[in-house]
């Protein structure tokens, strides 16, 4: 977040974390994130520019799973797929 790459995130919705495992220290989670596309192109902390990656409104659904160890995120893997902008959520109401 301080680097600001996610700078481009309007609002993250649709949160749910159907698997959280404190033996092991996997959690799994799943979300939606909106990108109405009021840029093209944002600058970040270190004072790199980006570009987004789609030039229209869209969403991305996300599937990711973390490893934490000692209280502190360790790892994470993850997937996402392009959706319609602003998509109905089959998760919550």
Same mark, same amino acid.
């Given at each position: 977040m301080k680097a600001g790459v996610y700078k481009p995130v309007d609002r993250i919705r649709a949160r749910r974390y159907p698997v959280v495992?404190?033996?092991t220290g996997v959690v799994v989670a799943? &979300?939606?994130?909106?990108?109405?596309?009021?840029y093209l192109e944002y600058k970040i902390a270190d004072g790199k520019t980006l570009?987004?990656?789609?030039?229209n409104p869209?969403?991305?659904?996300?599937?990711?799973l973390f490893k934490i160890e000692n209280g502190a995120i360790k790892r994470?893997?993850?997937? &996402?797929? &392009?959706?319609?902008?602003y998509i109905h959520s089959l998760w919550t109401d």
């Amino acid at each position: 977040m301080k680097a600001g790459v996610y700078k481009p995130v309007d609002r993250i919705r649709a949160r749910r974390y159907p698997v959280v495992n404190e033996d092991t220290g996997v959690v799994v989670a799943l &979300s939606l994130e909106d990108h109405a596309t009021r840029y093209l192109e944002y600058k970040i902390a270190d004072g790199k520019t980006l570009n987004v990656q789609f030039p229209n409104p869209n969403a991305r659904g996300h599937l990711d799973l973390f490893k934490i160890e000692n209280g502190a995120i360790k790892r994470i893997e993850g997937v &996402s797929v &392009s959706l319609p902008y602003y998509i109905h959520s089959l998760w919550t109401d």
